[in-house]
């Protein structure tokens, strides 16, 4: 069976759905030479006129997409750096999310954002290490995180098959992650269904993204101590609340893992979502970035403020000995 990467997993589902549909392009900033290593050869593939490198101007070319999406086609954005999606929030959220609302429903607005290496990436400091998938979410703009190369495969292709606009954050910390995976059977992944990577029966743990990895490394490394179960939402909004609730009910404890800021983070609400349909034998716990966190250039702070294992290990020893 094949190993695929995360990121060629990304690629492998651009090229196959712009091969099943001639409406799907691709545009972004340096696109055509693959800085993000995500577009490669499928300029070659595809040609000049479906892999469109664009100008240094975020605003434009993603309205443009907008009105393309509008005219029947399926653009495909790739963002280098997360934090371009505050320069386009108002593209994206007043005017591509609004448009299928404030017309009934007579138009569609058929675009994904792609944001590969999102979050964290070493030595790349403050302006270019946010991890803002709390912000689409709550303004509910289809929102994912996948952290496998097969949901990253499959949550792709369905964004781009989403007649509502998606934002795909592909986190730097998942992006070299790799899997044994029969080509043959990748397939998209619905929108809004979670996954659970490991039974247990005394606390769960909710992770992000590429913190599954780490929440699945926790949870091996004290399997003689606790048993943890490790659900990844893969979709942030819309959520799959039945699957969360279904699993919290079961184990009565709640530790989530979330690579974004304290306050407002989608940790706060999937406590909140928890605690409002599900009785819990102990407090809930939230390891995530701290309260209005910039992430700084040095490698040591660097790490110092992002959500770690050993940060996670102890919320899961503190929820078990509360209750």
């Known amino acids: 069976m094949p190993r695929l990467s995360y990121r060629r997993a990304l690629t492998r589902a651009l090229a196959d759905e712009m091969t099943r549909d001639p409406d799907v392009f691709l545009l972004g900033e340096d696109i055509r030479v693959a800085a993000s290593n995500v577009t490669a050869g499928l300029l070659k593939r595809f040609g000049p006129d479906r892999v469109l490198d664009t ?19 399926r653009p495909v954005i790739e963002f280098q750096i997360p934090s371009l999606l505050f320069l386009v929030f108002e593209q994206i959220v007043n005017h591509a999310h609004k448009f299928p609302l404030m017309t009934g429903g007579q138009c569609a607005v058929p675009v994904t954002y792609l944001v590969p290496g999102s979050g964290s990436r070493t030595g790349w400091a403050g302006q270019h290490s946010d991890h803002p998938y709390s912000l689409f979410a709550h303004v509910g703009v289809t929102t994912v995180v996948p952290a496998t190369p097969a949901d990253a495969y499959g949550l792709l292709v369905s964004a781009v098959r989403c007649d509502d606009p998606v934002v795909v954050f592909a986190p730097a910390g998942a992006m070299e992650v790799r899997a044994d995976v029969d080509l043959a059977a990748l397939v998209p992944v619905p929108l809004g269904r979670g996954r659970v990577h490991r039974a247990g029966d005394d606390v769960t743990v909710v992770a992000v993204g590429h913190l599954v990895h780490d929440a699945l490394a926790v949870a091996e490394d004290i399997a003689d101590q606790v048993s943890v179960e490790v659900f990844d939402p893969r979709t942030l909004y819309p959520f799959d609340w039945d699957g969360l609730w279904e699993s919290v009910s079961r184990t009565g404890r709640l530790v989530v893992v979330d690579d ?3 306050a407002c983070g989608i940790g706060a609400e999937v406590i909140a979502g928890v605690v409002e349909r599900v009785r819990l034998v102990a407090p809930p716990r939230r390891v995530t970035r701290p309260d209005g966190a910039v992430l700084p250039f040095a490698p040591a702070l660097d790490r110092a403020v992002q959500p770690g294992r050993e940060q996670l290990r102890a919320a899961i020893q503190n929820v078990m000995k509360d209750g």
């Open 55 to 73: 100008p240094l101007s975020e605003q434009a070319f993603t309205s443009f997409a907008t009105g393309a999406a509008l005219l029947g086609t």
């Open 260 to 262: 974004s800021n304290r």
